[in-house]
């Protein structure tokens, strides 16, 4: 089968999450074109399965901006042709599902019709989508997809409550890829951030307000009168300097470490004792994901899909959304004892073991060849 996946290129966890897709699926012997403004970031490794297209923008005078939506319909029908593409997997409903539709519409004049999967990732469906502005497109968009899904069951409430929706919508989960994302040896990396034997807390995001940083470092504060830690921030964004301000404000910045932007986070992770995810909401709570592959138990915010990820008094404890007292009380629970520690770390793994890869993949194959099988038998009905 060869599949077209549409996704943007960046760290964020819709880009993530279908450039790990694409490449499981190469493993699996399909054929896979990533279509995209630039190459994923997670795209870091040559298969013969795997092949990447750029959408090449220019920017034209008569434009204040580039009509990219238009650019990449026309790029979808250029590869979709070229490569003979049996599916297109879509990766955020802004704008690459209307992009699509439109695709889908120019090459079913050319007497080619291709089946469009819409997986809702987030942020697409509970911020952006439900401009008023762009509404009507994302409705439009998810009700004439061929198949639809969302990454949680908290997304999939949300969809339906804030859009006008009559199109089934399947939950797939988002994974974990266990090659990648297991607990490493890294002890001198961990003496070297922690010499005296410091407990080592972590978050990582793109550092916006919805995050709510701000708790992070709250949160912290609290630990780390009780408990001899060190906090390490992954990331980068808009908050950042009003982050570091705050740490100094507080009397802890010599204990926090801005790390920045990091493409090996499992090594980072793998020398961690606690990840803290503090948002206003979250579709799902990837980054906490991958941090309980890594064997780190989570506190976390109650919001959004975060519930279904992490399990509350198991992998990690939930808190009402800014209650950061009620966090710092529960770190302090997991952390003040080494035998409950160890414990929660071997929930943490547990837990993210039921969203391996190979648990996942096969829902978005049924899918797949679902909607493949359904329009052969059109085409020859026809």
């Known amino acids: ?45 040559f298969n013969p399965n795997v092949f990447f297209h750029e959408v090449s923008i220019y920017k034209y005078p008569l434009f204040e901006y580039v009509p990219y939506e238009t650019i990449l319909a026309s790029k979808i029908v250029d590869i979709v042709k070229q490569n003979k593409l049996d599916l297109l997997h879509v990766h955020y409903a802004i704008p690459h599902a209307s992009a699509a539709l439109m695709a889908k519409n120019i090459l079913r004049e050319q007497g080619i019709n291709i089946p469009i999967v819409t997986t809702l990732h987030g942020t697409d469906i509970t911020l952006v989508g439900k401009d008023p502005t762009y509404e009507p497109v994302v409705s439009y968009s998810i009700n004439h997809s061929d198949a639809v899904t969302a990454v949680s069951e908290s997304l999939k409430r949300d969809t339906y409550k804030n859009f006008h929706i009559d199109k089934p919508i399947h939950v797939i989960p988002n994974f974990i890829d266990f090659e990648r994302f297991t607990k490493q040896k890294k002890e001198h990396f961990k003496k070297a951030i922690a010499p005296n034997g410091e407990k080592i807390l972590v ?10 940083i701000e708790d992070v470092i709250k949160v912290f504060c609290i630990v780390s009168k009780q408990i001899d830690s060190k906090l ?24 926090i470490t801005f790390l920045g932007k990091q493409e090996q986070i499992e090594e980072i992770l793998s020398v961690c004792d606690l990840f803290l995810l503090t948002s206003e909401t979250e579709s799902f709570g990837l980054a906490a994901l991958e941090a309980m592959a890594c064997e780190v138990p989570v506190i976390s915010s109650n919001a959004g899909g975060i519930p ?10 939930l808190s009402n959304v800014g209650d950061v007292e009620d966090m710092g009380k529960n770190a302090l629970k997991i952390l003040e004892n080494e035998a409950t520690l160890k414990q929660f770390k071997s929930n943490a793994l547990a837990k993210a ?22 329009f052969t038998k059109c085409a020859t009905d026809a």
């Not at 978050?203 to 709510?212: A, D, I, Q």
């Not at 921030?233 to 010599?254: F, H, M, Q, S």
């Not at 073991?353 to 359904?374: A, N, Q, R, W």
Request: aromatic fraction near 12%; glycine fraction near 10%.
């Open 232 to 255: 390490l921030l992954i990331g980068d964004g808009p908050e950042r300097t009003n982050i570091e301000i705050l740490a100094k404000e507080l009397c802890v910045y010599e204990k």
């Open 1 to 45: 089968m060869n599949i077209g996946i549409v996704c943007y290129p960046t760290f964020g966890g819709s880009g993530v999450v279908a450039t790990e897709l694409g490449k499981a699926l190469a493993a699996k012997g399909y054929f896979v074109h990533f279509i995209s403004y630039s190459q994923p970031a997670r795209l870091d490794f």
């Open 353 to 374: 073991l039921t969203f391996h890869i190979d648990k996942i993949l096969p829902m978005y194959e049924d899918v797949y060849k679902s909607l493949v099988g359904e």
């Open 308 to 317: 279904e990820v992490n399990e509350h008094g198991y992998s990690g404890y």
């Open 203 to 212: 978050h990582t995001s793109n550092f916006r307000k919805v995050k709510r």
